[in-house]
């Protein structure tokens, strides 16, 4: 038991840490295009994705302050659509630049699918885990 609770553990970290760095990533290193004359469409999926990696980072951040083992299973199976939520924004729910050379889709499409994807593993393996823990 100890071994699986310390393995939790480290997911529930690794969780947190994905979200922290997608959520400033957004910001810092893979953002959209710059903002000109025109507001582009990139820039309000940037905007959207923005805000699912802040909730991200809020699931994530209490799985760390939660105890009950219901309580941590919920905010990972939670955080399993939150995180696909997000791999979908940029490009399927609010279509990017029409350039296929765009920053937007060179740099921050991948990186949101990436994180995306990479949290909805790491929620996934932890809450069957903890699953399995409870059995």
């Known amino acids: 038991m100890k071994k699986e609770t310390s393995k939790q553990t480290v997911l529930e970290w690794i969780l947190v840490a994905l979200c ?6 957004m910001k810092l290193v893979f953002h959209a295009c710059e903002v000109g004359e025109n507001i582009m469409a990139c820039h309000w999926a ?3 994705a923005f805000g699912v990696a802040i909730v991200l ?9 939660i105890r009950k083992a219901d309580g941590k299973l919920g905010i990972k199976l939670a955080m399993i659509p939150t995180a696909l939520l997000e ?7 609010i279509h990017l630049c029409m350039m296929n050379t765009m ?3 060179t740099i921050m499409r991948p990186a949101v699918s990436l994180f995306g994807v990479a949290i909805a593993v790491v929620a996934l393996v932890s809450a069957l885990l903890e699953r399995r823990q409870e059995q």
């Open 20 to 25: 922290v760095l997608l959520c400033a990533g």
């Open 46 to 48: 940037e905007q959207a």
């Open 57 to 65: 980072v809020v699931q994530a951040i209490l799985l760390v302050f």
């Open 87 to 93: 791999v979908c924004i940029p490009g399927v729910f």
């Open 103 to 105: 920053r937007c889709h």
